[in-house]
């Protein structure tokens, strides 16, 4: 088991955001977004007498989910706002709701909101594709319901593409059949060779969650859709709601993809389904074919699956320079070094006096690697 040390910061709620500042050539200096916090920046996390600094007081909201680069100009950053994995008929409704993507074009020295995004409620990712020399941006958009209100995204939901710097956007997602509205993604990962993949998570008549799609263009008409592993949870006699997605993959191996999947019953509360961690999948085909990897089961008393509140704490990440090195993080985290055959749990998911140099605290929410 290995001994974790704190990071000293100033900061208040969970962090579904965190980026290396791309353009720190010692990869030192780090971006964190709180969904309750806002967006705070430290020039080396390394140093516990190095302060954490917020950039967002001055912010329409504090709820920071998401945040990426430009690849070809790593100046460019853009952060997306709102919390949607809260924002549902749950026990709880701690969400905050966003108000669009704020892009800054200096390193971070100053943000402004992109006009064209302020009626996207809810942002899930935002990922910058290098297509032939221009930035391509995707971003996933959905809506929510909070303190009592449905919050919808305008003009729809789905999966939102600009390659005009984010003055306009087409949503190229596919409609979900007989329903003539789009999917909502959870998750974009592009890989190293330009493949661009999504996963979904369920709306809010909880449909339509657990599918993958890739395309290598991006545009629409022009995506494969894979809902396999949706099929096979709704067959199921217990767990079958199909889940949100989340996705890794390999940049030394641009074949190489996971998939954590998730999937829920019906709990007793009547708003509140169980969503558990259902399958970890694997491609080593650029997504053509997927396998099912072997489930964390070394857990803990209490614990009966890697990430048993799968709707709000389920994250996935690869080792860059090894496609077999895998982490998967829940309510604990575990690693795999065989591609997903053998876990081993590197932190506590149940804290007991004896265990507190193991332990971090539960509800994984995203997995980074430091360059280099």
């Known amino acids: 088991m290995m001994e974790w040390v704190n990071t000293p910061v100033q900061t208040g709620g969970r962090t579904r955001a965190v980026m290396f500042d791309p353009n720190d050539p010692l990869h030192l200096k780090l971006w964190a977004g709180a969904v309750t916090g806002g967006l705070w920046y430290n020039d080396n996390f390394m140093d516990t007498n190095s302060s954490w600094h917020s950039v967002s007081d001055l912010w329409p909201g504090m709820a920071i989910s998401c945040i990426t680069s430009d690849p070809r100009d790593p100046k460019i950053l853009y952060v997306g706002t709102g919390e949607p994995q809260t924002a549902m008929k749950i026990y709880r409704e701690s969400s905050g709701l966003g108000f669009g993507i704020f892009r800054s074009q200096d390193g971070g020295e100053s943000w402004k909101l992109i006009p064209s995004t302020d009626q996207f409620r809810y942002i899930t990712d935002i990922a910058v594709k290098n297509e032939n020399g221009q930035s391509v941006i995707y971003a996933g958009v959905v809506s929510g319901f909070y303190q ?29 059949q007989g329903v003539f509205k789009p999917y909502l993604p959870s998750d974009i990962e592009i890989t190293a060779n330009g493949r661009i993949f999504v996963g979904t998570m369920p709306n809010q008549n909880r449909k339509e969650g657990a599918t993958l799609f890739y395309s290598d263009s991006g545009l629409p008409g022009a995506w494969i859709k894979m809902n396999e592993y949706a099929l096979l949870i709704q067959q199921s006699p217990l767990f079958n709601i199909p889940g949100r997605v989340m996705l890794a993959s390999c940049s030394s191996d641009p074949g ?6 998730a999937a829920g019953a019906a709990g007793v509360v009547p ?28 857990l803990p008393p209490g614990f009966d699956n890697y990430a048993n509140i799968a709707w ?6 690869v080792d860059p320079n090894n496609p077999d090195q895998v982490y998967v993080g829940g309510l604990n985290v575990h690693k795999s070094i065989d591609g997903g055959e053998s876990w081993t749990r590197i932190c506590m998911g149940n804290p007991v006096p004896s265990s507190w140099n193991t332990f971090v605290h539960v509800d994984e929410h995203t997995i980074v690697f430091q360059p280099g």
């Open 256 to 261: 190489r993809i996971y998939a954590a999947i």
């Open 312 to 317: 709000h704490a389920m994250t996935i990440g």
């Open 271 to 298: 708003e509140f389904n169980d969503w558990y961690g259902t399958f970890i999948i694997r491609s080593d085909d650029n997504g053509m074919t997927w396998s099912e990897c072997n489930l964390p089961d070394d």
């Open 148 to 176: 009592g209100e449905q919050h919808a995204s305008h003009p729809s939901n789905g999966l939102y593409r600009s390659d005009d710097g984010g003055e306009t956007w087409t949503q190229v997602l596919p409609t979900i």
